[in-house]
């Protein structure tokens, strides 16, 4: 547990295993997500079912969920996945799937999702965790 406030320039990502260990219905929530052409196919996978995933910017290879796997690598890609009229904190989740959860800090969510930084700061700095939206430690 780190003690140093975030700031403007701190990264963030989703943290999926705070994620599985908070959320009983993370899953569920993903789920959801998926665009129309997945959610057929994808609507009897199973929880935990684990493929490997290889980063394309690193050549590493993880296991990964696979529901999660499609979500970051098709699903969250698409245009209507972040609006406008997207919620905050579902809005940063999403940008968060949408860019394969890079860590991003809130200078550069809110370039994406043209909402003040300080807001940003402010929403996903607090003692409360949204989606599992928390600092990268290095």
Not at 73 to 99: D, K, M, Y
Not at 108 to 120: F, K, V
Not at 123 to 132: L, M
Request: net charge negative; with cysteine.
């Amino acid at each position: 547990m780190s003690f140093v406030k975030p700031s403007l320039q701190t990264r963030f990502h989703i943290d999926f295993d705070w994620w599985r260990q908070n959320e009983n219905d993370w899953h569920v929530h993903l789920a959801g997500l998926l665009c129309a052409e997945h959610k057929s196919t994808f609507a009897d996978l199973k929880s935990g079912s684990v493929i490997d995933f290889v980063d394309p910017e690193t050549a590493e290879v993880r296991p990964m969920d696979g529901l999660q796997q499609i979500l970051l690598s098709h699903c969250a890609r698409q245009p209507e996945f972040v609006t406008g009229q997207t919620q905050l904190v579902e809005g940063i989740f999403r940008t968060f799937l949408a860019n394969g959860n890079s860590p991003l800090n809130p200078s550069e969510l809110a370039e994406r999702l043209g909402r003040p930084a300080n807001t940003i700061l402010i929403t996903i700095s607090g003692p409360r965790v949204y989606k599992g939206i928390r600092p990268v430690h290095d």
